[in-house]
Each structure stands twice: as C-alpha cells, then as structure tokens.
C-alpha cells in the first residue's frame, strides 16, 4: 500500500539532524555506525499523517526513548529503522490482502 513517510522523512531528518549540507549518503554512513537498535531509541516516522499501513491522517512522528545520552547518529539510525519498519508493516498489510508476491522491489 502507499506510504507517505519515505523519502520525505529522510530529507527532513537529513537536513534537521545535521544540516543542509549533509549529503545524503553521509547521512546513511554515520547510521550505519550505530548498532540496530539505535540503544533504545525508537522513531515513529508519521510526520504527515499515515496512509499504509495504519491509515490515520491524525497520526504524528515522535521520537520514543530519547535520552540526553543519545547522539545525533543513533537518532540517524532510528529514523531509518522507523522508515523501514513502517514500509515493512505496509508490505504485510498487502501480504495479507494478496498473498505472496513473486517480486518486492523498493
């Protein structure tokens, strides 16, 4: 289903977190610096609403756990576990409405 929290999310938590000079694949090196689980932070990426796959125009983003102990990196690495985990809830949600695709590209 459609999503409206990818590529917007990134741009916005690019620019936020480091700047507008930061290129995008900077972005994604220091992220991956971090260890999945970014220590316990967790990032809800709906900052415009959501369509797939919880279907809520209401919903907002918010950042859960954070500590003055959490770094710009770990913060980096939430974001785009948040960002996959809600293309992957989107991927289930059509999983369960067609079975199994033969092909998933993103």
Do not use: C
Not at 93 to 100: A, H, N, Q, S, V
């Amino acid at each position: 289903g459609p999503v409206n929290n990818g590529g917007i999310v990134f741009e916005w938590a690019r620019k936020t977190i480091f700047g507008p000079d930061q290129t995008a694949e900077d972005f994604i090196n220091v992220a991956e610096s971090v260890p999945a689980g970014s220590n316990g932070l967790i990032f809800h990426p709906y900052l415009g609403g959501e369509r797939a796959p919880i279907w809520n125009a209401q919903a907002r983003g918010s950042f859960i756990g954070l500590t003055r102990n959490h770094t710009k990196p770990q913060m980096a690495r939430s974001v785009l576990e948040g960002i996959v985990f809600n293309l992957l809830g989107a991927a289930r949600g059509l999983r369960e409405k067609i079975g199994e695709p033969d092909a998933l590209r993103v």
